[in-house]
């Protein structure tokens, strides 16, 4: 394993100032064998949603959504390791097999035996990853914005700085652009006339507030995995939703994620941006319930 994630590790212990992390009831941290993690559970449901936000988006992101969500689901939310205020000791290097033993242990955790995963664009691979070595764990797998690893890997070509995919590199310059990036993404990632404010509000002050954004190791990690196998039993339900406005995404073929599960529902938001879960909120949670609750 490269030691360039040890970098963000010495990083998040060093960090000054008071981290409020502790923003809603439901709010916990979790120590675990690779860091310690911060999620939400609202404890209640027969079914169980498990979504990590798409970065810079944060659990916060979801507090709107999250009254009507958890009317019918238990709803756990947490910070990928590097992201909001989730933070490594350097033993976690964003490869597919330490983020499975990350999903296993934060499920033994909450003591969940099987959950309906919703993970965002390139996160979406570790939801394929996990669903693909643990199906007895997974009930239905929902991606957003998620196409195959081939056409992710040219949306990063595209779209992050060729610095940031540098290791040592990329973790030394990230928190000092990560700000910066928290506010120009929006500007990218929605369609046009979409308020930006309401997303860069809550991402920035984030950040101030003692959270991070390490999209360089993220992609740096994702990188390091093209030539890993993914292989979904088609008997698990598995749909992608996608907006069709996001900037970033505008020359991917998200049909491509037929490679992994030929039987996927593919299903397009029109005149939606890179977060079809926030920013069509009735529109997601409708299909969460036929999907979930047929």
């Not at 979504?51 to 009254?67: A, T, V």
């Not at 242990?105 to 664009?121: A, G, S």
């Not at 040219?154 to 973790?171: A, C, E, F, H, S």
């Not at 406005?245 to 020359?251: E, R, V, Y």
Request: charged content about 25%; overall charge neutral.
């Amino acid at each position: 394993m490269s030691n360039q994630y040890k970098v963000d590790s010495l990083r998040f212990k060093f960090q000054f100032g008071k981290k409020q992390w502790n923003t809603h009831p439901d709010m916990e941290m979790a120590k675990l064998s690779n860091g310690r993690l911060r999620f939400l559970d609202t404890k209640l449901g027969k079914e169980t949603l498990l979504i990590i936000p798409d970065g810079p988006n944060i659990i916060e992101h979801y507090f709107e959504m999250l009254k009507d969500l958890r009317k019918k689901y238990r709803v756990v939310i947490f910070d990928l390791y590097g992201f909001g205020f989730s933070t490594h000791n350097g033993t976690y290097d964003y490869s597919f097999k330490k983020t499975n033993e990350l999903l296993l242990e934060l499920l033994d955790f909450i003591n969940i035996d099987r959950v309906n995963i919703v993970f965002p664009c390139a996160i979406g691979f570790y939801g394929l990853y996990f669903t693909s070595h643990f199906p007895e764990k997974v009930n239905q797998l929902v991606l957003l914005q998620t196409p195959s690893h081939e056409e992710m890997a040219k949306w990063t070509d595209r779209i992050v700085p060729d610095y940031l995919k540098r290791p040592y590199v990329g973790q030394m310059i990230m928190p000092w652009v990560e700000k910066k990036f928290a506010t120009t993404w929006y500007d990218y990632a929605l369609p046009k006339g979409v308020d930006r404010l309401p997303y860069q509000k809550i991402a920035t002050e984030g950040i101030q507030n003692g959270g991070n954004f390490c999209l360089c190791s993220l992609t740096q990690g994702l990188v390091s995995q093209l030539n890993q196998s993914i292989d979904i039993d088609t008997s698990i339900p598995t749909t992608l939703l996608y907006g069709d406005k996001d900037f970033t995404h505008k020359s991917t073929n998200f049909e491509s994620i037929r490679v992994y599960h030929k039987n996927i529902d593919i299903i397009r938001f029109e005149n939606c941006g890179h977060f079809p879960d926030l920013e069509r909120s009735k529109d997601f949670m409708q299909i969460i319930g036929e999907k979930i609750n047929p």
